[in-house]
């Protein structure tokens, strides 16, 4: 937890301690070696976490103070805030001379932002619209950035910043260091990382996962036997949706036609699929339409799934780390959450490694298999081939599901509108009602193909 096991300067060392600030913070231990290797993050924690000297004293640690070019970018949803990150940025930038942090924001006059640019800068900390106005007139300058920080990203893209964004980085070189902070974690954080950044690394604090009420329990079963533990497992704990992990594609595409021969609706999610299968699948699955996710930890990573009931980890993770991330994905907001952990006999003494107070060993003949026992969600899929582009939004579909379509409001789920797609949730007894009816009619004066995933 102490600043002198990073790689950093005594100079910048000393003045962190002289600002009192001795040891890291949860998010700054986690975050701050990676961003020191130059890798892409997403970092999740709560307001009032340290986010900010996280990026500042990566970003600050790597300025080239003679260069007086625009280094670093830190873009936030508001003023205030960029005048707050400012501040906080020179505080830590004083282990230095002469290092420059220009803020450039709306509501103030463009003249003397015009004017402070002109005279140079290390680090431009904005609003999204202003920066862009300046790069659009050509007065800001962005071919020397090195790293770009979305500060309360989740906010940005609350306040329909993204195309802004999107149009910030148009100016900025594509080889390039892109940190995206945030205290929530909504399904739109995965998809902007996507688009703008590289092999992203996601961390979140321990002080998250500590409030997770997660019970966990280790069995030891065989290869042989493994399938019929994993139904037993979902069996006697009834979850109402699970992620199960492999280590392996193959064994993710395998298990879940396993699974869906046993009458459990189980869908594989791993990097080998194509991206719109990948994004069929996770749709289903947070919209209630899939009950269990066999997934790799690349293709799961990031994947925010609120109230997700249990894990499993059918193959012991590589390392304690990779176990901790895949059971943190349930139990959130104080929601009980169950995960299990398979190991095997060539494993066994890895998995004592995992010996506690708290997590329970048990032997898997405990586990009863409970016959019949079937996972089916509550709600299909229903595909409409039009999105934002064909100006859908969800009270249309809801409009035209409900009035033409005659199915209550509360037949109808969650509903997701991409720009050329719409995915609706409809519940199992009305989805041929609705798409007969959809076929048939029309959204918005115009038809469009429909079909069932
Ligand atoms: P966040 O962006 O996560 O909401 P801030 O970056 O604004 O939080 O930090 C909250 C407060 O904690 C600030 O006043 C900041 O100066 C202080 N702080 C940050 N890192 C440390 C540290 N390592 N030790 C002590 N105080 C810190
Ligand atoms: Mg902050």
């Known amino acids: 937890m102490s600043f002198s096991s990073l790689d950093l300067s005594k100079e910048m060392l000393e003045n962190l301690d002289f600002i009192g600030y001795e040891s890291m913070t949860p998010i700054q231990a986690e975050a701050l070696p990676l961003i020191l290797q130059n890798k892409d993050l997403i970092a999740q924690a709560k307001t009032g976490s340290g986010k900010t000297a996280a990026f500042g004293i990566g970003l600050l640690s790597k300025l080239d103070v003679k260069k007086f070019r625009v280094q670093s970018l830190v873009l936030c949803p508001t003023r205030e805030l960029a005048d707050q990150v400012a501040k906080e940025l020179r505080t830590i930038a004083k282990f230095a001379h002469n290092i420059k942090v220009l803020t450039l924001t709306g509501g103030v006059a463009f003249g003397p932002q015009l004017g402070s640019l002109k005279h140079g800068a290390h680090i431009i900390v904005g609003t999204p619209g202003r920066v862009l106005k300046h790069l659009k007139k050509d007065i800001l300058n962005l071919e020397n950035l090195e790293t770009l920080v979305l500060d309360e990203a989740d906010r940005m893209l609350d306040m329909g910043f993204i195309e802004e964004i999107q149009e910030v980085l148009s100016f900025a070189p594509t080889k390039r260091q892109t940190l995206l902070f945030s205290a ?43 399938v019929q533990a994993l139904i037993n497992v979902l069996s006697n704990f009834e979850p109402t ?6 280590n392996t594609k193959l064994e993710c595409d395998e298990l879940s036609k396993k699974l869906q021969d046993k009458k459990i609706d189980a869908l594989a999610l791993h990097g080998d699929m194509e991206q719109y299968d990948r994004n069929d699948v996770l749709v289903q699955f947070s919209n209630n339409s899939a009950s269990v996710l066999v997934a790799t930890d690349v293709a799961a990573r990031g994947l925010d799934i609120k109230e997700l009931s249990m894990v499993i980890n059918y193959d012991l993770p590589h390392s304690t780390e990779t176990y901790t991330h895949r059971i943190g994905r349930t139990g959130r907001a104080g929601a009980e959450g169950l995960a299990f952990t398979f190991y095997n006999e060539r494993n066994y003494e890895y998995a004592k490694e995992y010996e506690n107070d708290t997590r329970i060993f048990e032997d898997i003949s405990k586990l009863k298999t409970i016959e019949g026992y079937k996972m089916i969600p509550e709600f299909v899929t229903l595909v409409i081939e039009g999105g934002k582009k064909d100006k859908l939004r969800a009270g249309d579909i809801l409009g035209a599901l409900t009035g033409e379509a005659g199915l209550k409001g509360t037949a109808i789920g969650k509903i997701d509108i991409y720009d050329k797609q719409a995915y609706v949730a409809i519940q199992n007894a009305e989805i041929d009602k609705a798409e007969t009816r959809l076929k048939k009619g029309k959204i918005k004066n115009k038809k469009f193909s429909v079909w069932v995933l």
């Open 241 to 246: 949706n699970v992620i199960v992990f492999c």
């Open 184 to 226: 929530t974690y909504p399904d739109e954080i995965m998809k902007l990382s996507k688009s703008i950044q590289q092999d992203a690394v996601s961390v979140k604090t321990k002080d998250i996962e500590v409030l997770n009420k997660i019970t966990e329990r280790f069995y030891e079963v065989e290869d042989a036997t493994k």
